[in-house]
């Protein structure tokens, strides 16, 4: 694994945003950090970001021969994140017109992310996979629309909050036909509060399951995600495929 901070060069501009790079490629990862960091460095550059990014570069288990690049940085106070997955190591057009994308978009109104999304990769639980990351984080009370914003910004297909309706788990996600939808615990109700058009509420609340009944599903049916009412507890939880071939569970602390 290569660790590499770039920044300005002897007699060019002190301004460069810093830039560190973990890479975890298997081929070039010096010279591979290095032009990555550069690339990153001059879209900031570009958008007066000052703050720097921090960049992780990966290899999917899931897609042979990929490289996956992840960006995290602030924009205006506000956390954002770039993440997509390339079939080649030749990614630094498209990776960096997205993270580009990301950083406009966060400076303006919000508003629902193009749908479908040609460039993202789709991933799905494999049959055989375990869970082998758990994280319990303190889920913020707020609106279907703040928590889509939030997914947008940090690039995910969708997000774990508390309804701050119903006071229940949610996750907004993204899929067809409109490209934005709500799965409460319990409630299928529309929100209460109006927002985009977009947003469509699924008509089944969530299915209540223990974390093996849940893992089970997820991978037998090959779904993108699985949020489910924790038998035991009760709460709201979040089973997402992972780049490396496995499972992911997101559940409130």
């Avoid at 990776?95 to 799905?124: C, E, F, H, N, Y």
Wanted: proline share 9%; glycine share 6%; charged share 30%.
């Amino acid at each position: 694994m290569t660790s590499l901070s770039v920044s300005a060069e002897p007699g060019t501009d002190p301004a460069f945003p810093e830039v560190t790079v973990r890479s975890e490629l298997d081929v070039d990862s010096d010279e591979i950090a290095g032009t990555v960091a550069r690339a990153v460095g001059e879209v900031l550059q570009y958008r007066g970001i000052r703050g720097g990014a921090r960049v992780r570069l990966g290899r999917p288990a899931v897609v042979d021969g990929a490289a996956v690049i992840q960006a995290n940085l602030r924009v205006r106070d506000k956390a954002v994140r770039m993440q997509t997955v390339s079939e080649s190591l030749d990614f630094w057009e498209p990776a960096m017109k997205r993270l580009d994308r990301q950083i406009v978009r966060a400076w303006g109104p919000w508003q629902p992310r193009p749908w479908p999304d040609p460039s993202r990769i789709i991933l799905t639980a494999p049959d055989d996979a375990k869970i082998v990351r758990r994280k319990e984080v303190p889920l913020a009370r707020i609106t279907p629309w703040y928590a889509a914003e939030i997914m947008d910004a940090m690039d995910y297909n969708v997000h774990l909050f508390t309804d701050a309706e119903t006071g229940e788990e949610a996750v907004v996600f993204r899929a067809g036909p409109t490209g934005l939808r709500l799965s409460r615990q319990f409630h299928v109700r529309p929100p209460r509060e109006p927002g985009p058009d977009a947003l469509v509420v699924n008509s089944r609340p969530a299915p209540e399951l223990t974390e093996d009944d849940a893992l089970d599903r997820l991978c037998e049916h090959s779904l993108r995600f699985m949020f489910f009412t924790d038998a035991n507890t009760g709460r709201g939880k979040l089973l997402y495929p992972r780049y490396d071939g496995n499972i992911g569970l997101i559940a409130p602390e």
